[in-house]
């Protein structure tokens, strides 16, 4: 949970709920957790500005919080107050605490035969009372599943489609409904019906055994499988099969009711009124509010908590637009081969035993009742979660004149983050690892290229309409880009590995080629894919990246062995000699600029040497060289949020690296990375 901000309202309802924090945010507007005058902790859902005004929204939202209203039963979480007509509208719902079934999965894997029965049971208990009701949920997923002690509740049915065919969500583009559990018919332009929540909950309930009845999605393979192939449900224990095979027949008129599901069911419930395995029940905390009734904390007096905290809940997700699949058969995708051993990284297979910073003390012996407080905070469930994804025209572009410091702690970007997720365990020695997006704080990442056999250092174009990408294949080491949505991939050029950089117009890319048995830095033409070379010399070359302005090339240049500096190349002036900007005691890796073009963030050491990896900051004149993250863990590649506020950073060993986020003035540090399978590479911009 975050404070409240300046322009957020204090109460609703004419003080009836006091807002004490924000939860969230998403399409229809801001989350918050709130108290009613008697205490009860509710969650209290205020609609954005520009919805409010609109005629049609207001309409649709008014008769689906009539209908939400009617919802009973024991595995939702009822609306218990609204007012559609306020300005602006508000929807007040029970606050359900526990974590979500998404951040269960995330942490525990696929649950026990039993677990399942009593999921499958109350989950069809909930679409009954739903669907008996007149609404259908039409976005059931794990993140809109609360774990409980005793069993699932489903929240966020029916209000999201007050969003359709509204004018103001139009010009934003924002759809209902989230690739992965969408049934063929969404897919295809057809009607909407309660078999879509059917749809919904077989691929819930076959997630939750531990599979992925149609692969991970949304790709293009993934949408022709949902429409014509049948489901792979080999995890699923055979007791549960049968119902969930007929829960993802394509004809929705074939998908079994609520009440047909049920009676299929044979609920298997522990003799001590139990139903999760332990490591699950540990998740479910002490059963408070976020603020333990006593408001939030600020953001900068807490600290994370390593590996444990659940996902928050996320609201009914705005969609990436989805293309109608069409009905002839897709060509089958390329087949892939593993990448040649000799075109990954190499590093130590033993790492030596890190330790901390003898200029900094670590924080080990301080944080752990800070822990202790953020666990109860971390596994209340936080009911609605969902930030708008960021783009140029979100407000976290940079602002003419600002500066990385304000007077109020800066909000956490809402842009997309760009990552790269490791499909199987071996990094660096052996590569598995896929790009991905990271669209919310803590949510889990969404595959854009599922398919790559090893895809690394993705960064977004300037426009952030596609991305490029390192591709180790086969077929040797290349530079590819793709759209945002991850279609449209293409080789640009091949190149010797590492990091790639946009030059501010998109035109070219900054890469690392061989030239004479020595790295050499390459600028490359991304619609031909010429090239041309930059540097000269026998000293290596690496990490470019291009100024913002487009006049320099930091490079880290290698200027003593293990002592790599910084240094910037005039790429209008290939061949010239590079300009040393740093002449630090640690070795200087990673530099990225600065949005302003004032100031590098940097790896300090490397990751088998003494120093070991820090975050430091230095002026991009070699100046006022000074730590940001410095703890007794690895941290490597630094990304700076679009607005300069934010830096992204990998923490932890190569073969398990997580994504973390801290601002630039070294508050708010949290851990990003949610799930089990590590990540690394970030890019904001």
């Given at each position: 949970?975050?404070?409240?901000?300046?322009?957020?309202?204090?109460?609703?309802?004419?003080?009836?709920?006091?807002?004490?924090?924000?939860?969230?945010?998403?399409?229809?507007?801001?989350?918050?957790?709130?108290?009613?005058?008697?205490?009860?902790?509710?969650?209290?859902?205020?609609?954005?500005?520009?919805?409010?005004?609109?005629?049609?929204?207001?309409?649709?939202?008014?008769?689906?919080?009539?209908?939400?209203?009617?919802?009973?039963?024991?595995?939702?979480?009822?609306?218990?107050?609204?007012?559609?007509?306020?300005?602006?509208?508000?929807?007040?719902?029970?606050?359900?605490?526990?974590?979500?079934?998404?951040?269960v999965l995330d942490r525990v894997g696929a649950l026990p035969e039993d677990s399942l029965t009593v999921l499958a049971a109350g989950l069809a208990e909930a679409l009954e009372a739903i669907h008996r009701a007149g609404v259908v949920h039409r976005d059931l997923k794990p993140?809109?599943?609360?774990?409980?002690?005793?069993?699932?509740?489903?929240?966020?049915?029916?209000?999201?489609?007050?969003?359709?065919?509204?004018?103001?969500?139009?010009?934003?583009?924002?759809?209902?409904?989230?690739?992965?559990?969408?049934?063929?018919?969404?897919?295809?332009?057809?009607?909407?019906?309660?078999a879509v929540d059917m749809f919904a909950l077989g691929v819930v309930?076959?997630?939750?055994?531990?599979?992925?009845?149609?692969?991970?999605?949304?790709?293009?393979?993934?949408?022709?499988?949902?429409?014509?192939?049948?489901?792979?449900?080999?995890?699923?224990?055979?007791?549960?099969?049968d119902a969930l095979a007929a829960c993802l027949s394509k004809d929705p008129r074939q998908r079994p009711t609520p009440t047909a599901f049920l009676r299929s069911l044979t609920v298997r419930h522990h003799a001590d009124g139990g139903w999760l395995p332990d490591e699950a029940t540990?998740?479910?905390?002490?059963?408070?509010?976020?603020?333990?009734?006593?408001?939030?904390?600020?953001?900068?007096?807490?600290?994370?908590?390593?590996?444990?905290?659940?996902?928050?809940?996320?609201?009914?997700?705005?969609a990436q637009a989805v293309t109608p699949v069409p009905t002839s058969p897709l060509p089958p995708p390329l087949p892939l081969t593993e990448p040649r051993s000799e075109s990954l990284p190499t590093v130590p297979s033993a790492p030596s035993v890190e330790r901390?910073?003898?200029?900094?003390?670590?924080?080990?012996?301080?944080?752990?009742?800070?822990?202790?407080?953020?666990?109860?905070?971390?596994?209340?469930?936080?009911?609605?979660?969902?930030?708008?994804?960021?783009?140029?025209g979100t407000g976290d572009e940079p602002k003419a004149g600002a500066s990385s410091q304000s007077r109020s702690p800066a909000a956490f970007p809402t842009a997309p983050l760009l990552v790269r997720e490791d499909t199987a365990p071996g990094w660096p020695r052996s590569c598995h690892g896929v790009i991905a997006v990271r669209a919310a704080t803590t949510d889990r990442p969404r595959r854009l290229l599922p398919d790559g056999t090893c895809d690394v250092l993705p960064q977004w174009a300037p426009d952030r309409r596609s991305f490029a990408f390192t591709r180790v294949s086969s077929e040797g080491t290349a530079v590819w880009t793709a759209n945002a949505?991850?279609?449209?991939?293409?080789?640009?050029?091949?190149?010797?590995?590492?990091?790639?950089?946009?030059?501010?117009?998109?035109?070219?890319?900054?890469?690392?080629?061989?030239?004479?048995?020595?790295?050499?830095?390459?600028?490359?033409?991304?619609?031909?894919?010429?090239?041309?070379?930059?540097?000269?010399?026998?000293?290596?070359?690496?990490?470019?990246?291009?100024?913002?302005?487009?006049?320099?090339?930091?490079?880290?240049?290698?200027?003593?062995?293990?002592?790599?500096?910084?240094?910037?190349?005039?790429?209008?002036?290939?061949?010239?000699?590079?300009?040393?900007?740093?002449?630090?005691?640690?070795?200087?890796?990673?530099?990225?600029?600065?949005p302003d073009g004032r100031t590098f963030a940097y790896t300090a050491g490397t990751y088998d040497g003494s120093t070991k990896g820090d975050i430091r900051l230095v002026g991009t004149d070699g100046s006022g060289d000074r730590p940001l993250v410095v703890t007794d863990a690895h941290e490597m590649d630094p990304a700076w949020s679009a607005n300069g506020h934010w830096l992204a950073f990998v923490r932890g060993p190569y073969e398990k690296p997580a994504v973390w986020a801290v601002r630039a003035d070294g508050t708010g540090e949290r851990r990003l990375t949610t799930g089990s399978a590590p990540e690394g590479h970030p890019a904001w911009r």
């Open positions: 949970m975050k404070p409240l901000e300046s322009n957020d309202p204090e109460s609703v309802g004419e003080g009836r709920y006091r807002l004490v924090g924000r939860l969230g945010q998403g399409g229809m507007g801001v989350v918050y957790l709130g108290r009613s005058r008697s205490g009860r902790a509710v969650a209290v859902k205020v609609v954005r500005p520009e919805l409010s005004t609109d005629p049609e929204f207001l309409r649709r939202f008014a008769r689906e919080v009539r209908a939400a209203r009617q919802v009973g039963g024991f595995h939702t979480a009822p609306v218990v107050d609204a007012d559609p007509h306020a300005d602006p509208a508000w929807l007040v719902t029970a606050y359900v605490p526990g974590p979500t079934l998404r951040a993140a809109n599943i609360i774990v409980a002690e005793d069993g699932p509740r489903v929240i966020d049915f029916g209000i999201a489609r007050a969003l359709d065919g509204t004018a103001a969500l139009t010009q934003t583009g924002v759809q209902v409904g989230t690739p992965g559990y969408l049934a063929p018919e969404q897919l295809t332009g057809g009607g909407i019906t309660p309930l076959a997630q939750a055994a531990g599979g992925s009845p149609f692969g991970d999605g949304p790709s293009a393979g993934w949408l022709y499988r949902v429409v014509h192939e049948e489901p792979d449900l080999s995890t699923v224990p055979p007791s549960l099969r540990r998740l479910l905390g002490g059963g408070k509010a976020p603020d333990g009734g006593r408001g939030p904390e600020p953001e900068r007096e807490r600290e994370p908590e390593p590996e444990s905290q659940p996902e928050p809940q996320s609201e009914p997700r705005p901390p910073d003898p200029k900094r003390p670590t924080r080990r012996s301080a944080v752990g009742a800070a822990l202790l407080v953020c666990a109860v905070a971390a596994t209340a469930g936080l009911l609605i979660w969902r930030p708008w994804e960021g783009a140029p949505d991850g279609s449209g991939e293409r080789r640009i050029a091949g190149i010797a590995g590492g990091r790639v950089s946009w030059s501010p117009d998109g035109t070219r890319l900054a890469v690392l080629r061989k030239k004479d048995g020595v790295q050499q830095l390459f600028a490359v033409d991304v619609a031909d894919g010429s090239s041309r070379q930059l540097t000269s010399g026998t000293r290596r070359v690496e990490d470019p990246a291009w100024s913002p302005d487009g006049t320099r090339i930091a490079v880290s240049l290698e200027v003593a062995p293990d002592d790599w500096q910084i240094h910037v190349v005039d790429p209008s002036a290939p061949g010239s000699a590079p300009r040393q900007v740093t002449r630090l005691p640690h070795p200087a890796l990673d530099a990225v600029w600065s």
